[in-house]
């Protein structure tokens, strides 16, 4: 049996690979030992588990050094992502220059400059990234990049056979994993947890041994962005989504709502979704083929990110919109909005139930769109200019290419359009699961057996090459 360390560096890692049983298999079969951040909200949680080991401390000053190596080393190969882009315009604040026309756009970037030169994220990023002084950059930066010593100390505590973390691929942790694996000679398995992380962080500028990720997608964008040798990159999904299909076919006790809606979901990134809402509901008053009891379910991204436009929802202001009960509950009990919260971290068996009651999902893009779409539901996603924020179209948002082979899964590039989708889409039948699950399968790999099986199944071979 080989001894095999799991490590957490985030709250939402938590819910997604220790509530969700995805190292069951392995645990089965491998000695599972786990540490964690000791500043994580769930640190309690983590702590409570038999199979851990200890809390590690990551000294903020390193972190914020790394991340501007992750945004320099980023800048630099931002031709190979159109998302890497997105995000420094987004984080510098150039967005609100680009918007602008003429002899106001010049104005607007004067003002822009002095912002910038403050910013972490602004012109400090292009200055060091440019092709002549990178070499400089690189050498300074990583001269100040220690190995956290209390990491160090954990993975030398033990004759340990490999290191899984989960990822963002934007966090110093997982680069410590990866030069510690190096140091003591120790295979690393990086696990990439969400949908956009390898197009939209940075590139890898340490690479760990193996990765573990959603789909052949992925797969390619490894390759392509961060040249990943093919055989080190690994297919295997994720656990979040195993729900929707174990729980095809599954009758609920009572459904969420009592009234047909279409399920409006937010998105992390600053978009106008209030003012969607109005505009949703006067094309719901004049549509013909929407039944007068059809509501709408709005659900805000719960770590929604500050925006420009009127985030706050207030019922009285809508005739057929209501708030998504658990994003309800969650802001009762003093969550807040705009504010990224990470001990709130929502149920994962409840999407499906809230997916299962809904005849239509959409909203900008975001990933729970995709998720609607395992749940074989129609799609419609926005992907034009709110007229407000950095533009959150499929210009930039480099994941979502090709998702219009998903049957039912439209993008509305013009609000002029919204109108005729949201008709078609009403209309539509019920979704082919095999059609869908042969299109989704690029996106998100998924077969007869469970996330934690492929997992464990992973490991091994890593650990008993053939």
């Given at each position: 049996?080989?001894?095999?360390?799991?490590?957490?560096?985030?709250?939402?890692?938590?819910?997604?690979?220790?509530?969700?049983?995805?190292?069951?298999?392995?645990?089965?079969?491998?000695?599972?030992?786990?540490?964690?951040?000791?500043?994580?909200?769930?640190?309690?949680?983590?702590?409570?588990?038999?199979?851990?080991?200890?809390?590690?401390?990551?000294?903020?000053?390193?972190?914020?050094?790394?991340?501007?190596?992750?945004?320099?080393?980023?800048?630099?190969?931002?031709?190979?992502?159109?998302?890497?882009?997105y995000r420094w315009m987004r984080n510098s604040g150039w967005d609100l220059v680009e918007k602008m026309?003429?002899?106001?756009?010049?104005?607007?970037?004067?003002?822009?400059?002095?912002?910038?030169?403050?910013?972490?994220?602004?012109?400090?990023?292009?200055?060091?990234?440019?092709?002549?002084?990178?070499?400089?950059?690189?050498?300074?930066?990583?001269?100040?990049?220690?190995?956290?010593?209390?990491?160090?100390?954990?993975?030398?505590?033990?004759?340990?056979?490999?290191?899984?973390?989960?990822?963002?691929?934007?966090?110093?942790?997982?680069?410590?994993?990866?030069?510690?694996?190096?140091?003591?000679?120790?295979?690393?398995?990086?696990?990439?947890?969400?949908?956009?992380?390898?197009?939209?962080?940075?590139?890898?500028?340490?690479?760990?041994?193996?990765?573990?990720?959603?789909?052949?997608?992925?797969?390619?964008?490894?390759?392509?962005?961060?040249?990943?040798?093919?055989?080190?990159?690994?297919?295997?999904?994720?656990?979040?989504?195993?729900?929707?299909?174990?729980?095809?076919?599954?009758?609920?006790?009572?459904?969420?709502?009592?009234?047909?809606?279409?399920?409006?979901?937010?998105?992390?990134?600053?978009?106008?979704?209030?003012?969607?809402?109005?505009?949703?509901?006067?094309?719901?008053?004049?549509?013909?083929?929407?039944?007068?009891?059809?509501?709408?379910?709005?659900?805000?991204?719960?770590?929604?990110?500050?925006?420009?436009?009127?985030?706050?929802?207030?019922?009285?202001?809508?005739?057929?919109?209501?708030?998504?009960?658990?994003?309800?509950?969650?802001?009762?009990?003093?969550?807040?909005?705009?504010?990224?919260?990470?001990?709130?971290?929502?149920?994962?068996?409840?999407?499906?139930?809230?997916?299962?009651?809904?005849?239509?999902?959409?909203?900008?893009?975001?990933?729970?769109?995709?998720?609607?779409?395992?749940?074989?539901?129609?799609?419609?996603?926005?992907?034009?200019?709110?007229?407000?924020?950095?533009?959150?179209?499929?210009?930039?948002?480099?994941?979502?290419?090709?998702?219009?082979?998903i049957p039912s899964f439209l993008i509305c590039d013009d609000p002029s359009e919204l109108s005729a989708e949201?008709?078609?889409?009403?209309?539509?039948?019920?979704?082919?699961?095999?059609?869908?699950?042969?299109?989704?399968?690029?996106?998100?790999?998924?077969?007869?057996?469970?996330?934690?099986?492929?997992?464990?199944?992973?490991?091994?071979?890593?650990?008993?090459?053939?």
């Amino acid at each position: 049996m080989s001894k095999v360390l799991v490590v957490f560096s985030e709250d939402n890692f938590v819910r997604n690979y220790l509530r969700t049983d995805a190292l069951v298999s392995l645990s089965r079969a491998q000695e599972v030992s786990i540490v964690a951040d000791r500043l994580l909200a769930l640190a309690p949680e983590i702590g409570n588990d038999p199979r851990f080991k200890g809390f590690f401390t990551v000294d903020l000053r390193v972190a914020k050094r790394h991340h501007m190596f992750f945004n320099v080393f980023m800048w630099r190969n931002r031709r190979k992502s159109r998302t890497f882009f997105y995000r420094w315009m987004r984080n510098s604040g150039w967005d609100l220059v680009e918007k602008m026309r003429g002899c106001a756009k010049l104005w607007s970037a004067i003002r822009w400059i002095p912002g910038a030169l403050l910013n972490p994220s602004g012109l400090r990023v292009p200055f060091w990234g440019n092709p002549l002084l990178f070499p400089l950059a690189k050498f300074l930066l990583l001269r100040r990049l220690p190995i956290n010593p209390e990491l160090s100390a954990l993975v030398a505590a033990d004759n340990y056979d490999l290191i899984v973390f989960p990822s963002a691929a934007f966090d110093p942790v997982s680069v410590d994993l990866t030069r510690l694996g190096k140091k003591l000679a120790i295979p690393t398995l990086c696990l990439i947890d969400n949908w956009d992380n390898l197009t939209s962080k940075t590139s890898f500028w340490t690479k760990p041994d193996h990765l573990g990720v959603w789909g052949e997608q992925a797969k390619e964008q490894a390759r392509r962005i961060h040249d990943f040798p093919p055989d080190r990159v690994h297919p295997i999904g994720t656990p979040r989504f195993d729900q929707y299909f174990s729980s095809r076919g599954v009758a609920h006790p009572s459904p969420l709502y009592p009234f047909p809606y279409i399920l409006f979901v937010g998105s992390a990134m600053p978009f106008d979704e209030i003012g969607t809402l109005h505009f949703l509901e006067r094309i719901l008053s004049e549509l013909e083929s929407a039944p007068p009891e059809l509501k709408v379910v709005y659900r805000p991204h719960p770590w929604q990110q500050k925006r420009k436009t009127k985030s706050e929802f207030r019922a009285a202001d809508f005739s057929r919109t209501v708030l998504d009960m658990q994003i309800a509950e969650a802001y009762d009990s003093g969550v807040k909005r705009e504010v990224t919260d990470p001990s709130f971290q929502p149920e994962l068996d409840y999407y499906p139930r809230l997916f299962q009651g809904a005849i239509l999902v959409m909203g900008p893009l975001t990933t729970m769109l995709l998720e609607g779409a395992l749940a074989l539901k129609p799609i419609i996603g926005i992907a034009y200019d709110d007229g407000h924020h950095a533009n959150t179209s499929r210009r930039y948002f480099t994941h979502f290419d090709g998702v219009e082979a998903i049957p039912s899964f439209l993008i509305c590039d013009d609000p002029s359009e919204l109108s005729a989708e949201l008709r078609r889409s009403l209309l539509a039948g019920a979704v082919d699961a095999k059609a869908s699950d042969a299109a989704t399968l690029h996106f998100l790999h998924h077969d007869a057996t469970s996330y934690p099986t492929r997992l464990g199944e992973l490991i091994g071979k890593i650990l008993s090459p053939s």
